[in-house]
């Protein structure tokens, strides 16, 4: 296991990409119902299915030993993991090894109570997800109430945590809506990132013409906006700068995938390894932590999978594909 932080990952892929960051999903669970990420009727993973704090802990001080410097928590709804602080307790104390950064995406309708908590506990920021500033098309979009969220969100500031809001956009729900957020975004200071809507929600749901894909969303704003293109950073997102004082990003999955540059890797709430959110299934880790297996096995397993990932489902003849575990399961 390396030592610290300076010594080269050994999480490297067999197309050399390093892994340097880390989902989480602490639990498939949610309050919501966006209709692109949940099936109409979720079946819950039993909880003896899903990975103890003790579990998730163990898996993520072996993979910041071995580079991963950023986590992510989510789910499901992270805020519903009955133990969250302890989590992130747990991963601030990891910090020695190498971990730089501890984040969470979550709906924010629970925040408001646990934002100064979070923060106190090692939390170093938030992504929080907004569809829409308009009540109705939000709850059409999440089937719950816009003001818990907004409530979550100015919980968040007022601790010291720092948000960046993020929105997928379905043509017919807000896909007119891309000026009215990034304005909204904008009066308050906040970064905001559009998502294309991916194929990981009920198998045969998705449906390619319901993608706003980046030119069109490019298009939109430039009707409001003067907008200038920004360098590409390690994020996901192209970003652009809007009216020379507010910056934008767009995660384009679908039209520009960007894949050939991928660093992360995602643990499920049942502990499987993911190397990417399009792999048609992930590396089981939980029976080999039930089983007693030690540290080096677990690396080694861990090790083989992170190597063996595809170059990206952009590669792959039918892309995207449909896959057979939806998003909320996976953990987004
Ligand atoms: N519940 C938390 C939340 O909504 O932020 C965390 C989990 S959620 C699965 C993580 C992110 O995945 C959210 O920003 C959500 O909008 C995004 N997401 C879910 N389904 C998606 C899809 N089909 N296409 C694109 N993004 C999706
Ligand atoms: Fe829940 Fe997040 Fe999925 Fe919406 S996107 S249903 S809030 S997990």
Avoid at 188 to 201: A, Q, S
Avoid at 316 to 323: S, V
Wanted: aromatic share 4%; glycine share 8%.
């Amino acid at each position: 296991m390396n030592a610290g932080p300076n010594i080269p990952s050994q999480l490297i892929d067999q197309h050399g990409r390093r892994k340097r960051k880390l989902r989480i999903s602490l639990t498939d669970r949610c309050n919501f119902r966006c209709r692109y990420c949940m099936p109409d009727t979720p079946q819950w993973l039993p909880k003896s299915q899903v990975l103890t704090i003790e579990e998730i802990v163990r898996v993520a001080r072996l993979m910041i030993g071995e580079g991963i410097g950023h986590i992510r928590l989510t789910g499901g709804e992270p805020l519903l993991r009955r133990g969250l602080l302890d989590v992130v307790r747990a991963l601030d104390a990891l910090r020695p090894l190498g971990l730089t950064r501890i984040s969470m995406t979550s709906n924010a309708s629970r925040l408001a109570p646990q934002a100064a908590a979070l923060k106190a506990a090692g939390l170093d920021d938030l992504n929080i997800s907004l569809d829409s500033v308009d009540p109705d098309t939000f709850r059409r979009m999440t089937g719950r109430e816009l003001a818990p969220v907004v409530d979550g969100i100015d919980a968040a500031r007022a601790a010291g945590l720092p948000v960046k809001l993020n929105s997928v956009l379905l043509r017919d729900d807000n896909g007119g809506q891309i000026v009215a957020l990034a304005e909204w975004a904008r009066a308050r200071g906040l970064p905001l990132r559009f998502i294309e809507y991916m194929p990981l929600d009920e198998p045969g749901r998705w449906q390619r013409a319901q993608v706003v894909a980046e030119a069109e969303i490019l298009a939109a704003l430039r009707g409001r906006f003067g907008v200038e293109p920004l360098p590409r950073s390690a994020d996901p997102a192209t970003r652009y700068r809007l009216d020379g004082d507010y910056e934008v990003g767009v995660i384009s999955t679908v039209s520009n995938p960007f894949c050939a540059s991928c660093d992360r890797l995602r643990l499920t709430a049942t502990g499987e390894l993911y190397t990417c959110l399009f792999a048609t299934q992930g590396t089981p880790l939980r029976e080999r932590l039930r089983a007693g297996d030690s540290d080096a096995q677990l690396l080694e397993r861990i090790r083989d999978a992170v190597w063996h990932k595809q170059a990206g489902y952009a590669a792959q003849p039918r892309a995207p594909l449909e896959r057979p575990i939806t998003m909320h399961a996976m953990g987004g």
